[in-house]
């Protein structure tokens, strides 16, 4: 069992940045691979950023790349989303996840959820 707390969201002029946290608990930590989804009002959830469970690998929405940074602290079981260059189309929910599978582009492939955090970027 895995339970996700996310922080730092929060409202941000469009060009600034905001650093994400996911706490987690659970002794298998390590063994999960971690994602960061989100969903704006109206849409549905989309894939953000995921690294493997050894931060060898990790992957970007088109949408991210270049902008955001996904990391995480094994030892301390948290990941973390750096987020440089908002812009309002940003907007949204945040939710981290975490799964066993390597599909980690695929939300549906995601064993456990946070209960998310608000990222409004104003124009």
């Known amino acids: 069992q895995v339970q996700l707390v996310e922080s730092g969201g929060g409202l941000v002029q469009a060009g600034g940045s905001l650093r994400l946290s996911c706490a987690t608990s659970g002794r298998t930590f390590r063994s999960y691979n971690m994602g960061w989804f989100r969903q704006a009002p109206g849409k549905e959830r989309e894939f953000v950023a995921a690294i493997n469970w050894s931060a060898d690998n990790t992957y970007y929405a088109d949408s991210v790349k270049g902008r955001f940074t996904i990391s995480r602290d094994n030892a301390k079981k948290m990941v973390y989303l750096q987020m440089n260059s908002l812009k309002p189309e940003d907007t949204a929910v945040y939710y981290c996840?975490?799964?066993?599978?390597?599909?980690?582009?695929?939300?549906?492939?995601?064993?456990?959820w946070g209960q998310g955090t608000q990222v409004t970027v104003s124009s």
């Open positions: 996840a975490a799964a066993i599978s390597r599909a980690i582009r695929l939300e549906n492939e995601y064993d456990y």
